[in-house]
Every structure is written in structure tokens, then in C-alpha cells.
């Protein structure tokens, strides 16, 4: 089997929070590099890509052998802690790199439009018609193979939209990048589907080897905070260890939890799931992790 690594470079959900409060878990918004062999698949393009830009840079310099370097980014969707990152992301800016970005179909020719227009001069200096790489924005996501990974998709309930993906790799190994999903209106408090669109994303998680999933709010937070677009924390646990996930990963922190507060939640939900029979590994997710994707 290739080798696959996933790196977290931003794991903080809605803004990014720098500071002494955050330095383990880190305060850069979302974006998570898979490097399956020489393939790179990142997964959304929030403040964290700019740090993966610059590792990317420093290999090149050191070992370019001539032949352009592809990166698929694949965009959950479209708000600013999603896409902030990418008028700072370096490779975009030299012509050694391709950029694929694949989005929802549903959005069609916005995704392209909105992607351009936080680099228009009223927000940013430099337009994107002056970025030096290839640029081609996909929002076909029917049937992807890339490198021999295929990548499926699937809708989540998040105000806007956003979306699911699924990369299947050889050996049998799944990642499932599934952040920015209210589940509480999809299940019910046990982790059972309430409707079509439940059922579905419970088949699409099933049995995966790592789901990198949307965990924003305590059960008390989220009282306040229905219709914002993310999930409990206890029913994300409940429904992947319904599904059969192997390991867990929370993501997409919010903004008011510091390093203290994560590191009391970590405890207290990894020690439950790791536990029970069949164990369901938790892991919190925070800026510079990397995970060796096993199946």
C-alpha cells in the first residue's frame, strides 16, 4: 500500500483566534492535507493553508524535478473561514503547481465567481487573474479518481450548503472530511436518523477508518445556537459509533473554546468511547497533528 499521511493545518472553526489561549490546538480555521504517495488532497482552504503553502514551497525548492505539481483542494464550501487562506497560499502564485479546487456542483459557476471575488481590490491588493499556477475550478464531483483515490461527496445540512467527502484508497482505507453539518436536525438524541438525509450520511460514514467530523458546540452551547450549521458534541460521537467509524477525529472548534476547555472535553468523550465494545478511538484535532491513515 502507498503511504497516506493527513496533517491538520487549521482545525478552528468560524475565525481565526491566535493567542496563548489556543497554542495547543492551535487557532488557524480549517484545512487538512491527505498526502497519499506524491498526491496531495487538502480539504478546504481556511487560514491553515497558508502554513501548508510554505512547507510545499520550502520541498520544492529542494527537490523540483521539472514536472508540475498538482494539488487537489477540495472546498466543504464557501464561507470565509473555508477560502480565507487562499489568496496567502504561496504555490497559487507559481507556475511549478496546478491548482485543481473542486466544489458542489450545486453552486456551479458561483464557486469560481466567489473564490475571485475576496481577492477584488476592495478586500485584497492582487487579483486572481494575476495567480501564476494553473487554475481549474471543478464543480462535476461525479465519479472522481485522482492518483487512484476516488473521492464521493455528499450534501450537509449547513446554512448556504456544504458538502461531505469520501476518499477511498487502496488497501481498503477511508477518510471521510465531513465538517460545517448541523446533525441534530438530521437525528434524533440517540444517533438514529430522522429523515432521507440522515440515513444517507450515516451509510456514507459507515465503516470508514477516520471521520474528521464537525463536533462546534457543547449539548449546552447548542441550545442556543440551532440553525447555525453545526453539530453537539455528544451526538456526533453517538452517530459514529452507531456507524462503525474507527477513529473519531473532532474538528472545526469554536472559537470560544480555549486549550483548557478542549482538553476537558477530549478527556471526557475519549474516555467514554474508547471504552465501550466494540471502541471507537477520539481524537481531538489540533494545528500540526499528523495521522497515519491505516486501515
Request: proline share 3%.
Given at each position: 500500500?502507498?503511504?497516506?499521511?493527513?496533517?491538520?493545518?487549521?482545525?478552528?472553526?468560524?475565525?481565526a483566534?491566535?493567542?496563548?489561549?489556543?497554542?495547543?490546538?492551535?487557532?488557524?480555521?480549517?484545512?487538512?492535507?491527505?498526502?497519499?504517495?506524491?498526491?496531495?488532497?487538502?480539504?478546504?482552504?481556511?487560514?491553515?493553508?497558508?502554513?501548508?503553502?510554505?512547507?510545499l514551497?520550502?520541498?520544492?525548492?529542494?527537490?523540483?524535478?521539472?514536472?508540475?505539481?498538482?494539488?487537489?483542494?477540495?472546498?466543504?464550501?464557501?464561507?470565509?473561514?473555508?477560502?480565507?487562506?487562499?489568496?496567502?497560499?504561496?504555490?497559487?502564485?507559481?507556475?511549478?503547481?496546478?491548482?485543481?479546487?473542486?466544489?458542489?456542483?450545486?453552486?456551479?459557476?458561483?464557486?469560481?465567481?466567489?473564490?475571485?471575488?475576496?481577492?477584488?481590490?476592495?478586500?485584497?491588493?492582487?487579483?486572481?487573474?494575476?495567480?501564476?499556477?494553473?487554475?481549474?475550478?471543478?464543480?462535476?464531483?461525479?465519479?472522481?479518481?485522482?492518483?487512484?483515490?476516488?473521492?464521493s461527496?455528499?450534501?450537509?445540512?449547513?446554512?448556504?450548503?456544504s458538502?461531505?467527502?469520501?476518499?477511498?484508497?487502496?488497501?481498503?482505507?477511508?477518510?471521510?472530511?465531513?465538517?460545517?453539518?448541523?446533525?441534530?436536525?438530521?437525528?434524533?438524541r440517540?444517533?438514529?436518523?430522522?429523515?432521507?438525509?440522515?440515513?444517507?450520511?450515516?451509510?456514507?460514514?459507515?465503516?470508514?477508518?477516520?471521520?474528521?467530523?464537525?463536533?462546534?458546540?457543547?449539548?449546552?452551547?447548542?441550545?442556543?445556537?440551532?440553525?447555525?450549521?453545526?453539530?453537539?458534541?455528544?451526538?456526533?460521537?453517538?452517530?459514529?459509533?452507531?456507524?462503525?467509524?474507527?477513529?473519531?477525529?473532532?474538528?472545526?472548534?469554536?472559537?470560544?473554546?480555549?486549550?483548557?476547555?478542549?482538553?476537558?472535553?477530549?478527556?471526557?468523550?475519549?474516555?467514554?468511547?474508547?471504552?465501550?465494545?466494540?471502541?471507537?478511538?477520539?481524537i481531538?484535532?489540533?494545528?500540526?497533528?499528523?495521522?497515519?491513515?491505516?486501515?
Amino acid at each position: 500500500m502507498k503511504n497516506a499521511l493527513i496533517t491538520f493545518w487549521g482545525s478552528r472553526g468560524s475565525i481565526a483566534t491566535p493567542g496563548r489561549s489556543t497554542e495547543r490546538y492551535g487557532g488557524n480555521t480549517s484545512c487538512v492535507c491527505l498526502k497519499h504517495d506524491e498526491s496531495y488532497f487538502i480539504f478546504d482552504a481556511g487560514t491553515g493553508i497558508r502554513g501548508l503553502g510554505i512547507e510545499l514551497m520550502e520541498l520544492v525548492e529542494k527537490s523540483y524535478d521539472g514536472n508540475v505539481i498538482e494539488l487537489n483542494i477540495f472546498l466543504s464550501h464557501t464561507h470565509w473561514d473555508h477560502i480565507q487562506g487562499l489568496p496567502f497560499f504561496q504555490p497559487a502564485y507559481d507556475s511549478r503547481f496546478k491548482l485543481n479546487i473542486y466544489g458542489s456542483e450545486k453552486k456551479d459557476d458561483m464557486l469560481e465567481k466567489t473564490l475571485s471575488g475576496q481577492m477584488n481590490s476592495v478586500y485584497f491588493p492582487v487579483p486572481m487573474s494575476q495567480l501564476s499556477s494553473e487554475l481549474n475550478v471543478h464543480v462535476d464531483l461525479q465519479a472522481l479518481d485522482i492518483s487512484g483515490v476516488k473521492v464521493s461527496s455528499t450534501d450537509q445540512n449547513h446554512p448556504g450548503g456544504s458538502t461531505a467527502f469520501k476518499a477511498s484508497l487502496d488497501g481498503g482505507r477511508t477518510l471521510v472530511y465531513a465538517t460545517d453539518n448541523e446533525l441534530d436536525l438530521q437525528f434524533h438524541r440517540d444517533g438514529s436518523p430522522k429523515d432521507k438525509m440522515g440515513e444517507r450520511y450515516l451509510k456514507f460514514i459507515s465503516e470508514v477508518d477516520y471521520l474528521i467530523a464537525d463536533g462546534q458546540y457543547t449539548d449546552e452551547e447548542y441550545l442556543d445556537k440551532v440553525g447555525w450549521g453545526h453539530t453537539s458534541l455528544s451526538l456526533i460521537h453517538k452517530i459514529a459509533h452507531q456507524a462503525g467509524v474507527k477513529n473519531l477525529i473532532i474538528y472545526h472548534h469554536d472559537p470560544m473554546h480555549t486549550d483548557s476547555i478542549l482538553e476537558d472535553l477530549s478527556h471526557k468523550y475519549m474516555n467514554q468511547y474508547e471504552s465501550l465494545t466494540p471502541a471507537m478511538q477520539v481524537i481531538w484535532a489540533r494545528e500540526g497533528l499528523t495521522l497515519q491513515l491505516r486501515s
